[in-house]
């Protein structure tokens, strides 16, 4: 299982990964699932990817090659927009559709995918999508800022109650970091390490990338302190009073 | 789809369930999830369901006659304990199972029932069950002392978090609000009114039974603080230093 978010805000891009795979509960792998593309000063463009590792694995082998869109051939390096962008990640994975799809389904294996691709191009607004299996897509917007792959449940509340578009990067960390520790706990197949990266508006760089692992400090107070930081909330809240 | 959550503490039992059954987005309708079994001083019983309703009525209608354990007929007013009444539900689940499960097959419907089932019957000490659609049972523990039916992960972090055998009852109410609340919220097939029963271990008679609604003060205060205390919460949390 895989449980990705990536935040689009007015102060920029978050983008949070786990990076365990899993088939069956005693084969497990750790598998990076983000890949970052920045020309510094013209594009950042981050992928997550979530799905059967062998098809996202195939998507993001097809995106190293040229693909055609409307005549003209573009990789995610050469693509002049973020939308061609998303469309390019789309054909990709009909590609790979194409080719594996049939296999697939006469082992009764769905063909399960999604990946969210954001960033900024020189030129243009930053801007986030999540592409389906099916190749189509969807582009995050100021009512819902946020898009999850995976394993969403479980952390999704937290993201419901307090994230909007005027969420700052730093608040929308500590969100992204809750969002997964509640997860982390919920579903064995969400794992550690996590791979964070933060993008600031207009800066065609990127601004933050680390590696978060169990033993990282910053991860750790946060965990420690989120469950009675609930705890507490929890107690101030008042009893009803229907006796 | 339902949500329901029962709980097993130390000082005693608390119920809540949902009342909203759907067959797609356009045939939703309130259903009573809740059945209690309530003679004061010698046994209360109360059991929650969730799953396909023509199933779970199915084993409430049945569980109204007399079933065989052992060569001796009962129901859920005369058998001696939580373990036969237990044994009851699984009996019932498996006889419309004998009479439903090739139809629904063939139509490509699942077999999908799960039953809570839990209180105390004099002579015994209090007890809580949850009965699978196969009509097997597990019994909560001291380990894990809450079952959830349904659509359980929206509002499971909040319990893995804070549940313990020693929360109070007190406490347990606002727990399984706050749980009900964030599945409310992300699932539009789980709805309001809620259905609440507390029992207070050897009290052998039910301690709260209410309706809650949406104008109920008592949820409305909970739901409206709850957001803003989580907030408090996570502004509270220290800001990872990886500048």
Chains 1, 2 share one sequence.
């Not at 059967?52 to 390096?77: H, S």
């Not at 049939?102 to 954001?118: D, K």
């Not at 999540?130 to 917007?141: K, R, S």
């Amino acid at each position: 299982m895989t449980y990705c978010v990536a935040l689009r805000l007015t102060e920029g891009l978050v983008f949070l990964a786990d990076t365990r795979t899993n088939a069956g509960v005693d084969r497990i792998a750790t598998f990076c699932k983000m890949k970052v593309i920045e020309h510094p000063g013209e594009r950042v463009i981050v992928l997550m990817t979530a799905g059967n590792l062998a098809i996202t694995q195939g998507v993001m082998n097809r995106l190293q090659e040229e693909i055609e869109l409307d005549g003209e051939a573009w990789t995610l390096r050469t693509v002049p927009d973020l939308y061609r962008a998303a469309r390019l990640v789309g054909a990709a994975l009909r590609t790979v559709y194409a080719a594996d799809g049939a296999a697939l389904a006469a082992h009764e294996i769905s063909f399960e995918a999604s990946i969210a691709i954001g960033g900024q191009i020189q030129g243009e607004r930053m801007r986030l999508f999540q592409v389906y299996a099916a190749g189509n897509f969807i582009e995050a917007t100021d009512d819902t800022p946020f898009f999850q792959l995976g394993e969403h449940k479980y952390g999704k509340p937290i993201l419901d109650r307090v994230v909007t578009k005027d969420t700052t990067i730093d608040e929308a960390i500590k969100l992204a970091l809750i969002s997964m520790d509640s997860t982390l706990r919920s579903n064995l197949s969400v794992g550690l390490p996590l791979d964070l990266v933060i993008y600031r508006n207009d800066e065609l760089q990127v601004g933050l990338r680390r590696r978060i692992d169990s033993d990282d400090p910053g991860f750790r107070a946060i965990r420690e302190r989120w469950g009675s930081a609930l705890r507490d909330a929890f107690k101030s809240l008042p009893q009803p009073d229907w006796k």
